[in-house]
């Protein structure tokens, strides 16, 4: 080789090097740059924390969002399924055709309801007051309404037997007396009636009241109540709705989907408070069924879900895992938790975070329109329109792997997504599936706003009765039933209720149950029901 072959050759090696360098310049550069927005987005926090202010955790892309989304799309789908898409978009945009009626003129104050009892207050002049009614003509009056409130009306039911004998028989100690048999309760020989107990128990869980303003709330009308006392009640009536709960349960089982999500929750000791945990299943349109453990493990969900088979929509925690093992029960995951991820990654790395939603954004947009529509029209949209999104966004995903640090909330969303890909999927092959767990985390929220009240339960029996009681009422929530009298009036017919027939009572059946001639002539004959009667029942 001569001694200009060498000095070319050398130089080709520099320029490779430079070129190496350069490239290592410049990823170097866009590191620093991602670890700069890491820095400043870290003590954007701290600086927020210190004052004891949180970022708002509303997830909304600014504004330009949904432009933003049909701009990703277009760069990685064809014009067919972009057609496809637009089409799926004006449908969720169109204006919604509202049906003609006649609007009553404003007239300022609404009317009070009818329903509210009337009293009376004759009001009359100074002269007329002074003469007498009987030298005036009264030619005619105004009326005015001012809501008051009274007092709870708490009422003493006297329950009084009778005891009697023949007459025609000599009194002896043989003597046959008749009385008749006590009044049934929910609580055998307890203090309070259905309609009583069904009122704590609302207060309780689902106004959230703890049981000091609970006593407070009865003293100031004139009861005094012990905390001890409506605990006691509690753990008597969680026994009598046992049955009903658990014929909920297996109805909910036989749906063929669960939704699901767990929160802490501090349990009281000597020492120092330990965790617990609140479980919700949800099975949408039927039932929300609450359970207590004493901690988030697989253990935990083999109890909460002993015996289930069929879709989970659930988080991907790892305690569920082994649930999918054997086929049995089948992971469903959320895009919303997906999306969360991507929302954290905007102010650290705005680029990827906006492709990313604008593919997730798409996909809410087409799930809109689908919103009433019957399962198989749900899978052909979504197999026509939503398949080439997931698998675009997959591909983007797997295309960004390379090029983004560790440990970054962006790297954090990617790594998520590629790990629940078959899960995030699972959507498009069965109508029947949501696209997110949105349902069970709105349902979760009722624990989560009470704990801010009552801050801790006393023991896992207390954490156990929490949930019975709050099953029930998330239910009424679910199915549109009033709590206060649907609760009063299971507590008057659970104690005899057949146990084959104990679904009828739930809460999703309510309405059609309490409709029927022989529920009304049960309930009419119950004489402490008679007293809580109002517009309610």
């Known amino acids: 080789m001569t001694g200009v072959e060498q000095i070319v050759q050398r130089l080709d090696e520099l320029e490779k090097k430079f070129a190496a360098a350069d490239r290592e310049r410049v990823a170097a550069a866009r590191e620093r740059d991602e670890y700069r927005a890491l820095y400043l987005e870290t003590m954007e926090r701290c600086r927020k924390l210190e004052l004891g202010i949180l970022a708002s955790r509303s997830e909304h892309l600014p504004d330009g969002g949904a432009q933003l989304s049909l701009d990703v799309l277009s760069m990685v789908l064809g014009d067919r399924q972009r057609a496809e898409l637009d089409a799926a978009l004006a449908a969720a945009n169109a204006e919604q055709v509202i049906p003609e009626h006649t609007r009553r003129k404003p007239t300022g104050r609404k009317p009070l309801p009818e329903h509210l009892p009337r009293v009376e207050i004759l009001v009359l002049p100074p ?94 009308d004139g009861v005094e109540l012990a905390r001890s006392t409506m605990c006691g009640w509690h753990a008597a009536l969680a026994e009598v709705a046992k049955p009903l709960i658990a014929a909920m349960r297996e109805d909910a089982f036989k749906q063929p989907y669960l939704c699901t999500d767990a929160t802490g929750v501090l349990v009281q000791q000597k020492e120092r408070c330990r965790t617990g945990h609140f479980w919700v299943l949800v099975a949408p349109g039927r039932h929300v069924l609450f359970e207590f453990t004493r901690n988030h493990s697989s253990d935990a969900v083999d109890d909460v879900l002993s015996g289930y088979q069929g879709y989970l929509v659930a988080d991907a925690h790892t305690v569920y895992d082994h649930l999918y093992r054997n086929g049995d029960v089948i992971e469903v995951n959320c895009w919303a938790h997906a999306r969360r991820y991507f929302f954290k990654a905007l102010d650290s790395d705005p680029e990827r975070a906006k492709v990313a939603l604008g593919f997730i954004g798409a996909l809410f947009r087409i799930e809109r329109t689908l ?56 959507f498009l092959d069965d109508g029947r599936l949501p696209i997110h767990n949105n ?67 739930a809460p999703v059946s309510w309405n059609e149950t309490r409709a029927r001639p022989d529920l009304k002539a049960l309930l009419e004959a119950n004489p402490f029901r008679k007293l809580t009667l109002d517009a309610r029942a």
């Not at 128990?201 to 709330?217: A, C, T, Y």
């Open 439 to 505: 349902m069970s985390e709105l349902a979760l929220r009722r624990e989560a706003v009470g704990r801010k009240n009552w801050l801790f339960i006393g023991s896992d029996d207390a954490g156990a009765v929490n949930a019975l009681f709050t099953s029930l009422l998330a239910s009424c929530r679910l199915c549109d039933v009033e709590p206060w009298s649907y609760l009063r009036d299971i507590f008057c017919l659970l104690p005899r209720w057949p146990e084959h027939r104990l679904l009828e009572l």
């Open 127 to 220: 002269e007329v007051e002074r003469k007498g009614l009987d030298a005036f003509e009264r030619i005619g009056e105004d009326v005015s309404e001012v809501i008051e409130r009274r007092p709870a009306s708490l009422v003493v039911a006297r329950v009084v037997r009778p005891k009697f004998v023949a007459k025609d028989r000599q009194r002896d100690a043989e003597t046959e007396v008749f009385v008749a048999e006590p009044l049934e309760l929910p609580i055998p020989r307890g203090l309070a009636g259905p309609g009583m107990l069904a009122d704590t128990i609302v207060k309780r869980w689902q106004d959230h009241m703890p049981l000091n303003r609970l006593e407070d709330m009865y003293a100031r």
């Open 371 to 426: 919103a009433e529509s019957p399962r198989r029209k749900k899978e052909k949209i979504r197999d026509k329109r939503s398949r080439p999104i997931v698998d675009a966004f997959f591909s983007w995903c797997d295309a960004e792997v390379p090029t983004v640090l560790d440990d970054t909330p962006i790297s954090s969303g990617i790594r998520y997504a590629r790990n629940q890909r078959v899960g995030l999927s699972q």
